[in-house]
């Protein structure tokens, strides 16, 4: 799944979530713990509206990388 697929309310419930903006997964210097967590929430919630915010802190980055395509050469 790529991050551009999501919806503009999607986008605004992980920044509110993390309390910043979806742009700052680009800064080396911001922290991620929080956006990952959003991330994984919402884009799991895609295909399944039960998955919780809790749910989505108990993935490895190993199953975030996963879902984000972050390992296929096609998904970049």
Do not use: C
Not at 21 to 38: F, H
Request: hydrophobic share 40%.
């Amino acid at each position: 799944m790529n991050v551009e697929d999501l919806t503009l309310g999607e986008v605004e419930e992980v920044e509110n979530y993390a309390g910043l903006p979806l742009a700052s997964l680009a800064d080396d210097n911001a922290p991620k713990g929080k956006l990952m967590v959003a991330l994984a929430w919402i884009m799991k919630r895609k295909n399944d509206p039960s998955f919780t915010i809790h749910q989505a802190k108990q993935l490895t980055s190993k199953e975030l990388n996963d879902l984000l395509g972050a390992d296929d050469p096609k998904a970049k």
